[in-house]
């Protein structure tokens, strides 16, 4: 184990899915030798060299549309779209040709894909560069959908994504790039569609993914002060879900708050909602609660961003409502 960063970490499962498999390549806008928008890819230009860190032209669908040639002919293509928002301009590549053909075409064509994106508010980047959309993804057959909260799930969610021969959309939160935390070194793997229980409690389950895995917690620990055990649940994985973590963690506590940084409306917490409301009713003792932003776009200024996110209080807030 060492210690890295969130975006150490990704980058690092990157280059072991480089070094293991020379079919590997990395495609996006300023991800050669710029080193990426934030600095995800960073030195693997230099390492790897242009044929294998290859800078785009300004165009989602064509970044989209090659790798989803590449794939098919045999490669392993990690493709970046810059931000999360940007996604509506490839729609098409991504719905109706990388999550269709391997399916369409009875299983004779993979699609090893690793659509790569960042998320989220918390950077004032306003209403444009800082949605999570989740949720659009998690509704398209044939795409898997992860969203790593700590820096060893970004390395190993990263390369289990590179390994799986369906695509997968990795969603990286910005906010987490800088976090530190404990590494395997070398080759590691998370397991896709496996969730993890962050904090162990017994009187409330707090599900949720991503950047609101530190909110959660930090809620919890305000809360176990107070005398309430709140235990959070990472999904880590939102298509395809862990019915089972999580209906083993209601029956175990009683009730659920949902937890996401998207919008209330449409959200996958209405998703996981109803599995509890369907598989799972007996174990409530109280009403599913979702704390989500509000259905409005992200506002640029810092004080109304702040109020807009999620936050501890509001977590909070929502647990004193059920317990």
Not at 26 to 44: M, N, P, R, Y
Not at 274 to 302: H, M, Q, T, W
């Amino acid at each position: 184990m060492t210690q890295m960063t969130y975006m150490e970490a990704l980058r690092d499962g990157m280059r072991q899915a480089m070094l293991k498999d020379p079919n590997v390549y990395i495609a996006g806008e300023d991800v050669g030798a710029f080193g990426g928008c934030f600095g995800q890819t960073g030195s693997l230009f230099e390492e790897f060299g242009p044929k294998r860190v290859i800078d785009t032209p300004i165009t989602e669908t064509a970044i989209i549309g090659s790798a989803v040639g590449a794939a098919s002919a045999g490669l392993r293509p990690i493709v970046e779209i810059m931000f999360i928002d940007f996604m509506g301009v490839c729609m098409d590549e991504i719905l109706n040709q990388a999550a269709k053909m391997r399916y369409m075409f009875g299983g004779k064509a993979k699609l090893p894909i690793v659509i790569r994106t960042p998320c989220g508010a918390g950077i004032s980047a306003a209403a444009q560069h800082s949605q999570s959309l989740e949720a659009w993804f998690a509704h398209i057959p044939g795409m898997k959908v992860v969203m790593p909260a700590t820096p060893a799930d970004a390395k190993g969610l990263l390369m289990s994504a590179v390994a799986d021969d369906n695509p997968v959309l990795y969603i990286e939160h910005k906010i987490l790039l800088g976090v530190k935390g404990e590494v395997p070194e070398g080759e590691h793997y998370v397991p896709i569609g496996k969730a993890t229980v962050a904090r162990e409690g017994s009187d409330v389950t707090i599900i949720t993914w991503s950047a609101m895995v530190q909110k959660a917690l930090a809620a919890a620990e305000t809360l176990d002060k107070e005398g309430v055990s709140a235990e959070v649940l990472d999904l880590r994985t939102i298509s395809p879900l862990d019915k089972e973590a999580i209906l083993k963690s209601v029956e175990k506590t009683g009730r659920a708050i949902i937890l996401h940084e998207a919008t209330l409306t449409g959200g996958v917490g209405g998703e996981i909602a109803a599995i509890i409301a369907d598989e799972g009713f007996d174990y409530l003792n109280a009403p599913i609660k979702r704390v989500a932003a509000p259905d409005c776009p992200i506002p640029f200024s810092p004080v109304l961003e702040q109020a807009w996110v999620p936050n501890e209080e509001k977590v909070i807030a929502a647990v004193k409502q059920v317990v």
